[in-house]
Each structure stands twice: as structure tokens, then as C-alpha cells.
């Protein structure tokens, strides 16, 4: 699978927030792998270029011991040639002084600390040495092959590094040709330097050294497997050459058994003790007789050491620079979290918030749908009582009507009797008894009109609003077409007027209230048949408004009547429909007043209390 479709694979299968984690990860991982690579290696670089220099300081101390142990031992046999006793012993032997050589070489052996000092004869044969005592005693043996012997012989002086023939110890031939007093040649002198004592100070050091001669072999070695060895493969001629004059086995003079890493030629792996281990190689040059000094200083743990601790520290910095980078991702990632959860809440509440709207805008709706509704029944209401006023006025008009047609009739035939009387006057050519009857028909024609004009007037349907009116007129209206009925029934009617109170009321309706109130009375009266019946209207301020009262002296209310007097259809009466005290009431509240009855012991009273105006 391409890595393309596996992106999208895993950003389904991890949430979110896992995401920049194993991001994190993936970088720490690669950061902390690479920091670990070049910290090591930089360590690797500084810990061997350390090594280095401190073993280039070893080699350089090793070489400048080595170099004066020489320097001590070359001048042995620089003295020797020059010591009369030992030329005597060469040109003159006898036991005596054979003896007395011996004895001096074994004191200057002991002395010098060379393995071995010992004079040979011009033909190589070993005349006195300081190991005289010793079973492996050089004296009478023949060195006359030895390339010391013969070198010294032709050049004067000769330095050659074998293994002894006796002893079989590898050493350095230090030998001088010496000569007597007539310059004439007469043996050469011999010191064997070993280096044992070196070799094993070296060994100690836990350091190897070891000391090859120009043509690369090893000579002096604190591991005994090397010597003889060589710092670099040899050619078969070259083999030749060293191997002339030496006693030496056949794998001598093989390459020393390093490997070295081309990249890094200071680091050579070697087995010195157990198995092979890493060397920093450092050399220092002696300039006689032309060695160099080799010195293997242990690099392994040390660079391994260094580099863990390298590897370790940049672990640890990556580690802590990821931690503090994974801190503030946390951080970050709380933020963001709280952001997005104080964001949800704000939804949330927005969300409530425009819920409660949308049931507060339902509820509102609701609301001013039941106040069109109530306003629709309210005026429908209003609509059925002005209905209602309109119809208890005709239906008074109506109970009226007959006296009202009476109070018109009486006129007219009056008019139809003056009219006669005019025309009798006429022939009778009274132009004042004309003029007379002629004012008596305007008079009774006037009556008339303000008859006719009230009733207009009363069955008008109103609908104004309340305005200053004046009781005591609306009283006369009233009282203009009731006094055919009045008369009729012989109700002696009293006023108490007061002309100048106006009150806040509707004139036909105030009218058609105190119409209702003297019809009942009138009604009340003629039922009851009382003997002189009477009627008092009178007008009257109160505190702060106006009372009209209006009283009979019929029979008045029943207890039970009186209880329930303003509800309707309560009446008395057969034919009655218990509305007109209602609608009374009802027009009086319509002007801010109150209709009420007062208590009273002859008949009833009725009160109607208004504002003034
Ligand atoms: P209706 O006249 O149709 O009966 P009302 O509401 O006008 O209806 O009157 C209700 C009742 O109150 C009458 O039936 C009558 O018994 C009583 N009433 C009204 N006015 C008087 C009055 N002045 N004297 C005695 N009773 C009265």
C-alpha cells in the first residue's frame, strides 16, 4: 500500500488530538537518532584525537628512557677499547690476567646492568667475559660469525640486535674494535644490553610498546610474541637481507597481526592478552640507531565510554527539548479544548436562548390572539348593548306611545276647534277674535313640535361620548313625553331643580335612564293603586358629583325584589322582561356613574350618581 492511502487510512483510525502526538514521537525519534549519530561520532573524534596526543606524550617519554639506556651502555665498550687490561689480555693472554679481565667485566656488568661484557680476540674468539663463572660462560667460544664481530672488525664500531647463541635472550650488540698501543688491531669489545627490565616496566604500563629498527622489525616488545615481527609485510629480498647473520626461526620477520581501519589509521585492533581489542598507535623516533617506539595506548572502553556519555547527554537534550515541545502542545491542546468547550456552552445558551424566543414569540402571539380575540368580544359585547339600549328604548317608546299619541291628540282637536272659531270670527269679520285663535293654533302647533322633536330626538340611536349635560333638562325631556301618562294616572309630580349643575353623561341616554325610573314608578303606582300618588325628581350636588332622585310613594321594593333588583330578568310584572334596571345601570356605569336604590319608608328611591362635569 502507497503511503498516500495509508495517510488518509490513518487520520480516520486516530482522533485528533492524537495526531500532533505521534507527530512528537516521530520527531523525537528521528531527532533523538540523529543527535545520538553525531554526538557519538563528534565524541568518537575528540576522544580519540585525546587518546592520540596522550599516547604520542607515552611514546615520547618511552623513547627518551630507551634512548639513555642506550646512551649509558654505548660508552661501555668506548671505554673497554681504551682500557689498557683488557688490550694487554687481548695481545698478551695469560690465566692471571684472563682472570683478572673476567672479574673487572663482572663488576662492570653488575654495575651497568648489561647482560653481558666480553672481549674478543682478533680471530672472534672470546677471550675474558663478566658471565665467566656461569656454566654458559662465553669465554673460548667463537663469534667470528657474528656480524657484530665482523662489522666492528672492518668499521671500528658495530650495533646489531640478536637473539644470544648460548642463551638464546634477544639483545643488542653493542661492539667496538680495539686496538693496541702500535694502532694495531687487536680484538673487539662486546656489551649485550637486554631490555628485559624495559620490557617489563612497558609490560606494566598496561600500555604495549615496542621498538622496530629502520627496516621495520620489532626489536624490543613488552609482547613476547612480537618480536621479530615487522610493522609491515616484507618482500622476500628484503627478508634476506635482515635474516643474514641472524639465528632466527622461520616465522619471523611476519606483519604484526593489527588490523587497521583505512579511515582511521591511529585506531588498530590487536590481540595483546585475550581477544583483540582497539589501540590508539603512537610512534616516536630515536635517532641512533634509527628505532622507532611504538605505543599502543587502549581506545576501546574510552571512546565507548565517551561516546555513550555523547549519545547520552544528546538523548537526554532531545529528550528534554521534546518534553518541554510536549508541554506546550498540552497546553495548547487544553486551551483549544476549553476554547472549544466555553464555545459549545455559548451555542448551547444560544440555542436556549432562541428557543425560549421562539416560545416567548409563541406565547406572545398566543397573548395578542386572546386580545383580539377579547377585543373582538368586547366589541361585540358593545355592539349588543347599544343593541340592547336601543331595544329598551323602543320597547319605551313603545309603553309610552300611547300616552304620548293622547298628548298629541288633545292639540290637534284643540287646533280643529280653533280653526272652526277662526272661521267664525271670520264671518263674524273679529279680526281681533282671529287674531287671538290664530296665536292659540301656533301655541297648540308649537306643542306639537316639541313633542315630535323629543320623540326624534329619543329615538335617535347615540353613541357620543359623555359630555357636560344639564339633569334638569334631560329631566324635562323625559318628563315632556310622559305627562300624557302622568296626567293620566294623576301623579302629582314635584321638581327640585338645579339649573346650574351640569353633569358628564350622554343627553338621550340620561334621558332614556330617568324615563325608565318614573315609567316603573308610574307603573309601580297604578298597580298599587294609591290614593295620591306622587312623584319627586330632584337634582342635587353631592361632594364631588351630581345626584338626581328620583321617589314615589308606591308600595317600594320587596325585600326579595331589592336583593336582586339589578340582575337580569327579574321582574314582577307579567308581561315584564327584567332588563330595564340593568340596561339603566349599565348606561349610567357607561358615564363613570353608579345607579343605586336608597332605603326609604314610603315607596321607592332611586339614585343616580354622577360626575359633575
Ligand atoms: P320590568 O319593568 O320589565 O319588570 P325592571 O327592571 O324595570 O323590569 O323592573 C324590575 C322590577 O322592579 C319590577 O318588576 C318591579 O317589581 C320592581 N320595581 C321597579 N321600580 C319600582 C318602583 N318604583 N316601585 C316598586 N317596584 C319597582
Known amino acids: 500500500m502507497a503511503f498516500s492511502d495509508l495517510q488518509p487510512r490513518l487520520s480516520t483510525v ?46 615520547a617519554l618511552h623513547a627518551a628512557v630507551l634512548r639513555s639506556e642506550l646512551e649509558k651502555h654505548r660508552s661501555l665498550p668506548l671505554v673497554l677499547a681504551q682500557d689498557p687490561e683488557a688490550v694487554a689480555l687481548l695481545t698478551d693472554p695469560g690465566p692471571a690476567r684472563t682472570d683478572q679481565v673476567d672479574r673487572k667485566l663482572e663488576r662492570l656488568a653488575e654495575q651497568t646492568r648489561a647482560a653481558a661484557i666480553y672481549l674478543l680476540d682478533a680471530k672472534g674468539v672470546a677471550r675474558a667475559a663478566s658471565n665467566w663463572r656461569l656454566p654458559t660462560s662465553f669465554v673460548g667460544e667463537d663469534y ?167 549519545r547520552a547527554v544528546a538523548l537526554l537534550a532531545v529528550t528534554l527539548l521534546m518534553g518541554a515541545v510536549g508541554v506546550l502542545l498540552r497546553r495548547r491542546q487544553l486551551a483549544e479544548a476549553q476554547m472549544r468547550a466555553e464555545e459549545a456552552a455559548r451555542a448551547d445558551l444560544e440555542r436556549r436562548i432562541d428557543e425560549r424566543t421562539v416560545e416567548l414569540r409563541a406565547a406572545n402571539d398566543e397573548l395578542n390572539r386572546q386580545i383580539d380575540e377579547r377585543r373582538a368580544a368586547e366589541a361585540g359585547r358593545e355592539m349588543l348593548r347599544e343593541e340592547l339600549v336601543q331595544a329598551n328604548k323602543l320597547a319605551t317608546l313603545g309603553q309610552i306611545a300611547a300616552g304620548v299619541a293622547h298628548e298629541i291628540n288633545q292639540p290637534v282637536a284643540a287646533i280643529r276647534t280653533s280653526a272652526e272659531t277662526v272661521l267664525a270670527y271670520l264671518k263674524r269679520d273679529d279680526g281681533e277674535g282671529v287674531t287671538r285663535t290664530a296665536n292659540r293654533i301656533a301655541e297648540l302647533t308649537a306643542r306639537i313640535g316639541s313633542i315630535t322633536d323629543e320623540l326624534r330626538a329619543f329615538s335617535r340611536k347615540t353613541t357620543s361620548r359623555p359630555s357636560a349635560v344639564s339633569p334638569d333638562e334631560a329631566i324635562d325631556g323625559a318628563l315632556v313625553l310622559l305627562t300624557g301618562r302622568l296626567r293620566a294616572s294623576r301623579i302629582a309630580v314635584t321638581r327640585a331643580k338645579a339649573p346650574s349643575l351640569k353633569v358628564l353623561a350622554d343627553r338621550v341616554r340620561l334621558e332614556q335612564v330617568i324615563l325608565n325610573l318614573v315609567q316603573n314608578a308610574v307603573e309601580a303606582l297604578d298597580e298599587a293603586g294609591v290614593a295620591e300618588p306622587r312623584l319627586s325628581l330632584s337634582v342635587a350636588a353631592t361632594g364631588d358629583g351630581v345626584e338626581i332622585v328620583i321617589a314615589d310613594n308606591g308600595p317600594g321594593l320587596s325585600d326579595e325584589i331589592a336583593g336582586a333588583l339589578f340582575t337580569p330578568f327579574v321582574t314582577t310584572k307579567a308581561t315584564g322582561l327584567g332588563l330595564g334596571l340593568v340596561i339603566c345601570r349599565d348606561i349610567v356605569a357607561s358615564f363613570g356613574g353608579e345607579l343605586n336604590t336608597r332605603p326609604s319608608d314610603a315607596g321607592a328611591v332611586f339614585v343616580i350618581s354622577l360626575k359633575a362635569a
Open 144 to 310: 667470528s660469525f657474528r656480524p657484530y664481530f665482523t662489522r666492528a672488525m672492518q668499521t671500528g664500531d658495530a650495533e646489531f640486535f640478536a637473539l644470544g647463541t648460548v642463551s638464546g635472550r634477544p639483545g643488542l650488540y653493542l661492539a667496538r674494535r680495539m686496538a693496541d698501543a702500535d694502532g694495531r688491531v687487536v680484538g673487539v669489545a662486546v656489551v649485550k644490553v637486554e631490555f628485559d627490565a624495559l620490557e617489563a616496566d612497558w609490560r606494566g604500563s598496561g600500555e604495549p610498546a615496542y621498538v622496530a629498527d629502520p627496516s621495520g622489525v620489532i626489536l624490543i616488545t613488552s609482547v613476547p610474541d612480537w618480536r621479530f615481527r615487522t610493522v609491515a609485510p616484507m618482500s622476500d629480498a628484503q627478508r634476506r637481507q635482515v635474516l643474514t647473520g641472524q639465528t632466527l626461526g622461520h616465522d619471523a620477520l611476519a606483519p604484526l597481526p593489527f588490523r587497521t581501519a583505512d579511515a582511521r589509521p591511529a585506531l588498530v585492533t590487536a590481540a595483546v592478552d585475550g581477544p583483540p581489542e582497539s589501540w590508539i598507535a603512537a610512534s616516536a623516533d630515536t635517532a641512533t640507531p634509527g628505532w622507532t617506539l611504538h605505543l599502543l595506548s587502549p581506545a576501546g572502553t574510552a571512546i565507548l565510554v565517551a561516546v555513550s556519555n555523547a
Open 14 to 59: 486516530l482522533r485528533p488530538t492524537e495526531r500532533p502526538w505521534i507527530g512528537l514521537a516521530v520527531v523525537w525519534l528521528v531527532l533523538a537518532v540523529g543527535a545520538a549519530l553525531i554526538a557519538g561520532e563528534l565524541a568518537r573524534r575528540q576522544a580519540e584525537g585525546d587518546l592520540a596526543r596522550q599516547a604520542q606524550a607515552g611514546a
